[in-house]
């Protein structure tokens, strides 16, 4: 659905975006982190249509972003780092406005923005002034507008900024349920448990690059796509000698790491195996007392990536 | 009708300057007006007749284009200024509305109140007629050339609007455009009759030396006063530099709007 070929940009003479490459398939809800100053902002940007690349090609839904503007814009919805709203507005007004403004159809209008309304749960506000909303309600307004003409493809840049935990959690419910109903999300975050929590996968960037974790990958596949393999970390009372020797006896372990009293065993996904691999070690004697799977969280990951430092 | 220009009303009109400024203009434009009619009594010895309808009406007449040249700034170099303050500018880009649609919205907003004040001050304009020496035309033309005026100037503080992100800056520079077009021009022209040796009359003058007035609003409404026959050539010859002025900043604002993604 999104696809970034060797994407640069230039602003008088500081590179921005340098060789940037990205694909995001249709119906993904795609993540991209990086510290601040990497280029996330003007990737989204480009892809809204809002910049024009310096060289390279951006394409959305096969569609040229430069050249086909209009039909970009109209498949996509863009929601900036830090969306504004017109405070002396009606929230009725506010949406009527953008949906004017994205040719939605006049007879549609009225249901459109009563839907919009409802599903951002500000149907009894709607004869409000945008200034009396909390920020989190504004926010909320910003999605329902940017959401008014059906886009096939949302960019969201740092959407969860400056939002408490509650509506962080809302939004976040919010986009799994669009990307349920087939829309594609590209989101940018600083807030990694976020992105962790709801992407499919997430893409490193830095300094205007793509950019690797620790083991070389530069498209982060998370935990909500079936894992290859799973990490255990085992602690037992006593030598690990005889631990070692009980894990060789399942065919799928590798162990990963040895020292004092604790072992890094990989196996294969499936939860028998890590059973199979608990019994082996309870047969053979070894008194454990620690048994349990151990993941490299994206917050890890970043760190070792960036490193150590922690947007 | 245009979105924008719906919005753009809507919202200036809750605005509370949105009756503050007209109701101060009319204030102003009566109390001149009534300062004008007592001068001009006290100097013709006569409470009525033609001169004192003709002093009554160019006394307004200017009164009026100086008003509003001091507020056309105010309406017109915010618009887009105020866009990318509240952070609503990206979200005006990437919808399906053009720049020419965004750029008319906000045109037509500034001016439409500006014809706004231009409307309630008819009826003092008028006052002229009951003393005589001006008919409808005088008023029709002045208040013309004043909207023509205006226009421009209107789509000059666009024009600073697209170029600057603070509104604070963009009002400014559309000041001084305003200053330099009323006062410098004249300031020159004056400069170049006192070094001027070859004759004294207007039309001893070349169209080069005349060039700084044709530029200047005041001298294009004084144009308007003359008989109709005689609007050409200099009442035409500003109305072309004024619509060529707000051509040209037109063309600049939409190629700025074009390009301005990345300030949104």
């Not at chain 2, 007006?33 to 009525?48: F, G, I």
Request: neutral net charge.
């Amino acid at each position: 659905m999104i696809q970034i070929s060797e994407l640069r940009k230039n602003f008088n003479g500081n590179r921005a975006l340098d060789a940037f490459s990205l694909e995001v398939a249709e119906g993904e809800l795609f993540g991209l982190v990086g510290p601040n100053g990497a280029g996330k902002t003007t990737l989204i940007k480009t892809l809204a249509t809002l910049i024009k690349p310096s060289s390279g090609s951006v394409r959305i839904a096969g569609m040229d972003v430069q050249e086909n503007r209009d039909a970009v814009k109209q498949i996509t919805g863009y929601l900036p780092d830090q969306p504004g709203v017109y405070q002396d507005m009606r929230l009725r007004e506010f949406l009527q406005f953008f949906a004017d403004a994205f040719h939605v159809d006049r007879e549609r209008q009225s249901p459109v923005i009563e839907s919009a309304l409802r599903r951002a749960g500000l149907a009894d506000r709607s004869d409000a002034f945008v200034e009396e909303l909390s920020f989190g309600l504004k926010q909320r307004l910003v999605l329902a507008k940017t959401l008014l003409h059906n886009p096939k493809v949302l960019l969201l840049d740092e959407p969860a900024t400056g939002l408490d935990p509650i509506a962080r959690l809302d939004l976040r419910r919010e986009l799994q349920q669009l990307n349920a109903e087939g829309v594609t999300i590209l989101i940018s975050s600083h807030i990694l448990s976020d992105l962790e929590d709801i992407c499919t996968r997430v893409a490193l960037i830095s300094n205007g690059k793509n950019a690797a974790d620790a083991d070389g990958n530069q498209i982060i596949q998370l935990r909500r796509a079936a894992a290859p393999t799973q990490i255990y970390e085992v602690e037992v009372l006593g030598s690990i000698e005889n631990a070692l020797q009980a894990t060789t006896s399942v065919f799928t372990a590798t162990v990963l790491k040895a020292e004092n009293s604790r072992l890094l065993v990989q196996l294969a996904g499936s939860k028998a195996e890590a059973a199979a691999l608990l019994q082996s070690l309870i047969a053979a004697g070894v008194q454990v007392a620690s048994f349990a799977p151990r993941s490299t969280t994206l917050e890890e990951r970043y760190q070792k990536a960036f490193g150590g430092t922690k947007p | 009708m245009n979105p924008m220009i719906r919005k753009e009303l809507n919202l200036r009109m809750r605005e509370r300057r949105g009756w503050i400024l007209p109701s101060l203009y009319l204030v102003v434009l009566g109390a001149v007006v009534t300062l004008a009619y007592y001068l001009s009594a006290l100097e013709n010895r006569r409470v009525q007749g033609a001169e004192v309808g003709v002093a009554i009406f160019i006394t307004a007449a200017y009164t009026q284009m100086a008003i509003l040249l001091l507020l056309a700034p105010i309406f017109s170099a915010g618009s887009l200024t105020i866009e990318k303050e509240q952070r609503t500018f990206a979200s005006l880009l990437t919808s399906l509305l053009t720049p020419f649609q965004i750029w008319f919205g906000k045109f037509a907003a500034s001016l439409l109140f500006v014809l706004l004040l231009i409307v309630i001050g008819i009826p003092v304009l008028s006052i002229s007629f009951a003393f005589g020496g001006i008919g409808p035309w005088e008023v029709f033309i002045a208040i013309i050339t004043t909207v023509i005026a205006l226009g421009a100037f209107n789509a000059i503080g666009l024009y600073w609007s697209s170029v600057f992100r603070r509104s604070v800056h963009a009002t400014a520079v559309t000041y001084a455009t305003v200053i330099a077009l009323t006062v410098v021009t004249f300031i020159i022209f004056i400069i170049e009759i006192s070094v001027w040796r070859e004759g004294r009359s207007w039309a001893d003058f070349p169209w080069s030396m005349k060039l700084p007035l044709y530029l200047n609003p005041v001298f294009f409404l004084t144009m308007s006063f003359a008989p109709p026959r005689h609007l050409f050539p200099e009442w035409v010859r500003c109305l072309g530099v004024f619509v060529f002025l707000g051509l040209l900043a037109t063309g600049l604002t939409l190629w700025n709007l074009r390009r301005s993604g990345e300030v949104a």
